[in-house]
C-alpha cells in the first residue's frame, strides 16, 4: 500500500502515542502500520481506515479517540491479523475527501481484505458502494440506521445519500436491507417505495424481537453501514440527534458479529461518531466493542466449509405447499441455507427451517423467489 500514502495524514495515529506501552497481549501491540516498509498487505486480514469530512468540516480527531480505546483492548484472535492505515487525508471540498477514500477503499477490496471505515459522515457509505460500481459488479447493501436515508435533495446528503445509491444508473445494487428502522421517524411511502423494489426492511421492534433473523440478512451482504443513531441515546450518549429507543450496546455487537461472519462482506462502515458531544466517550468505547466482535465473527467465517464440500453440512429435504426444498446446516457453524427453485442456495435461519417443517412458505423464500422472478 505505499503508493496509497499520499492519500492519508502524515502523522499516525502511533506515532502521535509517545511514550505509551501496550501489554503484548493487547492490540496496541498486535496491529500493524499499513504504511510501515516491513507492511505485506498479503499478511493481513482487515484494514482500519478513519475518515473525517473535509478541511472545514473536519469532525475534530474522532477516529483517533476511538483508536485509544481500540488499542486498549486485548487481542483474542490470533488468526485475524489487523493493520490500521491512518486516516484519509482531508480534501479542501468533501468531495475530494471522498474521491481519496473511494481509491483506498478500492485497494482494499482489490487485494481481497476488509476494510473498517471509521468516518464521519454517513453519506461515505456511497464510497463504500462505488467500489463495485467502479468494478461493474453487483453489490448486496445492507444499513443500520434509525432513519431512512431517502430525502429528495439537490446535493448528497446524510439525508438523502441511499436515493443516490439506489437509483443510480446504471445501478450495480442487486440488493438492499435497512435494519432498525424507527416507524414514527419514518414516512409509510418510502417503505412502499422500498418493498416495490422488492428490498428489505426491518422495524426496530422486529429486530429486537428476534435479532437471530438478522444472521441470514448480513450473511449475504457485501457491504455494511452503521449510523450510530441506530443504538438508544443511554446506550450512546454521542447520540444527541439520536432518539431514547433503539438497539442496546450488545444488540448492536451481535450485528456485528454476524457481519463479521459473512464470507462476502467487504467493507463494514461505521458512522455519525462526534466526540464533542460524547460523555466520558462511552460512544467511543461502544465503537471498539462493536469492532471486537466484528473480529471475533470473522473466526467463525474463517472456520466455516464452502458450500461445495457436502461432507460439512448435514442435508434435510422439506416439502411445503407443494415445493421441494433442501436445507443444510453446517457442522461446523450450525448455520443454515435453503435451496430455491433454481436450486441455487441462500441464507436461512434455523426458524425458516421450523416454518417450513410446519408446511407454511418461510417469508424469506418468498422474498428471494420474488426476487428470482
Known amino acids: 500500500m505505499q503508493d496509497l500514502r499520499a492519500f492519508f495524514e502524515p502523522v499516525h495515529f502511533t506515532e502521535a502515542q509517545e511514550g505509551v506501552k501496550y501489554h503484548p497481549l493487547q492490540w496496541g501491540a498486535k496491529i500493524k502500520y499499513a504504511f510501515a516498509e516491513d507492511f505485506d498487505i498479503n499478511e493481513t486480514d482487515v484494514i482500519l481506515v478513519g475518515c473525517g469530512a473535509s478541511k472545514i468540516d473536519p469532525f475534530n480527531e474522532t477516529a483517533d479517540v476511538i483508536r485509544k480505546h481500540l488499542y486498549q483492548m486485548y487481542h483474542w484472535h490470533q488468526d485475524i491479523r489487523i493493520a490500521d492505515a491512518g486516516n484519509v487525508r482531508l480534501g479542501a471540498s468533501l468531495n475530494d475527501t471522498r474521491a481519496a477514500l473511494l481509491s483506498v477503499l478500492e485497494e482494499i477490496h482489490s487485494a481481497g481484505k476488509v476494510a473498517i471505515l471509521l468516518g464521519a459522515r454517513h453519506d461515505l457509505t456511497l464510497q463504500q458502494y462505488e467500489v463495485f460500481k467502479k468494478q461493474e459488479t453487483m453489490a448486496v447493501a445492507t444499513v443500520a440506521d434509525m432513519l431512512i436515508d431517502l430525502d429528495d435533495t439537490e446535493e448528497i446528503n446524510e439525508r438523502s445519500f441511499l436515493l443516490e445509491m439506489l437509483t443510480d444508473t446504471p445501478n450495480f445494487i442487486s440488493h438492499y436491507s435497512h435494519i432498525a428502522f424507527q416507524s414514527y421517524y419514518t414516512q409509510p411511502r418510502m417503505l412502499e417505495t422500498l418493498d416495490k423494489l422488492r428490498f428489505d426492511f426491518f422495524r426496530l421492534g422486529k429486530v429486537r424481537e428476534n435479532i ?137 435461519s434455523y426458524g425458516d427451517y421450523l416454518t417450513a417443517s410446519n408446511n407454511e412458505i418461510p417469508e424469506r423464500w418468498l422474498r428471494e423467489q420474488e426476487r428470482l422472478v
Open 212 to 348: 437471530l433473523e438478522m444472521e441470514p440478512v448480513l450473511r449475504s451482504s457485501d457491504i455494511l453501514s452503521v449510523d450510530m443513531s441506530v443504538v438508544r441515546y443511554g446506550d450512546a450518549p454521542a447520540n444527541i440527534k439520536g432518539s431514547p429507543n433503539g438497539l442496546s450496546g450488545e444488540e448492536i455487537c451481535t450485528l456485528t458479529r454476524f457481519a463479521g461472519m459473512s464470507e462476502k462482506l467487504s467493507s463494514l462502515g461505521i458512522y455519525g461518531y462526534d466526540i464533542n458531544e460524547d460523555t466520558n466517550e462511552m460512544t467511543a468505547k461502544l465503537i471498539t466493542q462493536m469492532i471486537w466482535y466484528f473480529i471475533d465473527g470473522l473466526l467463525v467465517r474463517k472456520a466455516e466449509a464452502q458450500l461445495s464440500e457436502k461432507e460439512e453440512f448435514v442435508r434435510f429435504n422439506v416439502t411445503f405447499t407443494d415445493n421441494d426444498t433442501v436445507f443444510i446446516k453446517s457442522k461446523r457453524t450450525n448455520r443454515w441455507w435453503m435451496s430455491l427453485p433454481d436450486n441455487s442456495f441462500v441464507p436461512c
